[in-house]
């Protein structure tokens, strides 16, 4: 059993705490953007709150007004509000801190997709709280203020009136990210868009309890959620058909990914150490099948080893040099006339069909491929 603090355990513990330690610095900048926003809009809570008590007070009967029912309400409540807005208005710096935190662990097709999807889930959530304060409010609160029995005055109290507005702004909000989901269950391929379509009466059933669950208890907030929920879904089936997976897509997908992880993920075997030497054979590994890449001296002598092979075996007149040997040529002429697109694609073929001289060739082109990107 290896000790606690042999240089074996310190390799593996290190990545983990080097992770968490960036998590941590990037929570504490999220935590003051925030801070940073509140500061800012806090002078201005008063103001605040009768924006957002616009469309109650507007509904309210004359000469009716909201109330306090707590000492401490009047400064409390526009404290929280400037304090839910703040955090509101930070979303998009605290997606960024998410993104800069996972990125490095995707792969490049993965970040090309990631980054729209977090700019248009922000203004999405955005849209549906602004439809929520434009459109909903004023019909809601028209028809709860008019429902009030002969004898009884409408008086919201402002702290319920705050939590009930901030429901319908997280619930709008959400609701409007119907399309990002949808389009990221066809990109992973959980779906289709045909087979959406199909269930296209669940959705809308399933839209309208939502709407239940995440509205208070009156059929017209109910019915205005469910309504744009269904509305974005049919967005997300027509925009996620440009976003399914071809085969040939998944296969040079799969082909990229089981080479990277199986030039991460290969045994390491203890190296034998000279004698007399203090190294610790335990804590000196090497990697023979570690890929790395090559310099361009380093690839054309490969290239011109290949050749020559070639040219020493015994000529076969009734037979071509192979598939694979043409591709890697295309490749070079693809290269040479920048069509770096066409280029890829045989190289995830010689991943696939070539021989490990091959496959070295066309994993040092990718990467060149990569560092000109």
């Known amino acids: 059993m290896s ?3 042999s240089p074996e355990t310190t390799n593996q513990e290190q990545p983990l705490v080097s992770h968490l330690i960036e998590l941590r610095d990037r929570v504490l900048r999220m935590v003051l ?4 926003v509140f500061a800012v809009l806090f002078p201005f809570a008063n103001d605040l709150y009768s924006a957002i008590a616009g469309p109650m007070r507007a509904a309210l009967p004359e000469g009716s007004t909201m109330i306090s029912t707590k000492p401490i309400d009047p ?30 662990g995707l792969y490049r097709h993965e970040k090309r997709m990631v980054v729209p ?10 849209l549906g709280m602004a439809f929520a304060y434009f459109a909903v409010f004023p019909l809601v ?6 429902t009030a ?11 319920s009136y705050l939590d009930f507005v901030m429901t319908l702004f997280f619930a709008f909000g959400v609701a409007f990210e119907v399309p990002i989901a949808t389009i990221i269950l066809v990109w992973l391929g ?14 809308i059933v399933g839209a309208f309890v939502v709407g239940m669950f995440l509205t208070p208890p009156d059929v017209i907030s109910q019915t205005l959620l469910a309504l744009p929920m269904w509305v974005l879904f049919e967005l997300g089936v027509i925009f996620s058909k440009g976003f399914v997976k071809k085969p040939d897509e998944e296969s040079e997908t799969a082909a990229v990914e089981t080479t990277s992880e199986a030039v991460e993920e290969a045994p390491l075997e203890p190296a034998e150490a000279p004698v007399g030497s203090d190294i610790d054979p335990a804590s000196a590994y090497v990697d023979p099948d570690r890929f790395v890449p090559m310099t361009d001296e380093e690839m054309e002598e490969e290239l011109d080893a290949i050749e020559a092979d070639e040219e020493s075996a015994p000529a076969e007149p009734a037979q071509s ?11 070079q002429q693809y290269r040479a006339a920048g069509d770096l697109e066409q280029a890829r694609e045989l190289l995830y073929e010689i991943l696939q069909d070539g021989n490990s001289d091959q496959r070295m060739v066309a994993r040092n082109i990718l990467a060149q491929l990569d560092s000109e990107d």
Request: proline fraction near 9%.
């Open 33 to 36: 953007a925030v801070l940073v």
């Open 75 to 104: 400064f409390l409540i526009p404290f929280k509000l400037s304090l839910q807005l703040a955090i509101f208005i930070a979303i998009p710096f605290i997606l960024s801190q998410f993104w800069a935190f996972v990125a490095p």
């Open 141 to 146: 609160f028209t028809f709860l203020a008019g």
């Open 117 to 126: 999807l977090l700019v248009s889930s922000t203004l999405l959530f955005y």
């Open 321 to 331: 040099q192979s598939p694979v040997e043409t591709k890697l040529q295309q490749v």
């Open 190 to 203: 959980i779906t289709t868009p045909e087979k959406l379509r199909h269930k296209r009466p669940y959705v």
């Open 149 to 159: 029995p002969e004898g009884v005055e409408v008086a919201t109290d402002m702290g």
């Open 3 to 5: 000790a606690p603090n």
